[in-house]
């Protein structure tokens, strides 16, 4: 069984920063987390969810354009999660955040945690 848990959205102005975090349970990621590549996903309203940035097992990242500068990934393989800094953030990064594998699996997805962005 595989549990990924998203905390830390929240409302904030344009130019506020958050700080996301997802905490992997389970038996696949107990003993393999540091193995895994994982990601940030994130899905707007009447859009579909969109790729947002990755961290691999060597902690080599990737980002899409639209965050490039902007957002930082990270993570703690001793406590098993991954996290995502956002800052300079602008309306337009309003959406429901996910961390998945990287690639995505369909049975991995969680919850989310809510951004919202004001202008």
């Known amino acids: 069984q595989v549990q990924l848990v998203e905390s830390g959205g929240g409302l904030v102005q344009a130019g506020g920063s958050l700080r996301l975090s997802c905490a992997a349970s389970?038996?696949?990621?107990?003993?393999?987390?540091?193995?895994?590549?994982m990601g940030w996903f994130r899905q707007a309203p009447g859009k579909e969810r969109e790729f947002v940035a990755a961290i691999n097992w060597s902690r080599a990242t990737s980002y899409a354009d639209s965050v490039k500068g902007r957002f930082t990934i990270s993570r703690d393989n001793a406590k098993n999660t991954v996290s995502l800094q956002m800052n300079s953030l602008k309306p337009e990064d309003t959406a429901m955040y996910y961390c998945?594998?990287?690639?995505?699996?369909?049975?991995?997805w969680g919850q989310g945690t809510q951004v919202t962005v004001s202008s």
């Open positions: 389970g038996r696949t990621f107990s003993s393999s987390f540091s193995t895994y590549n």
């Open positions: 998945n594998r990287n690639p995505a699996r369909d049975d991995y």
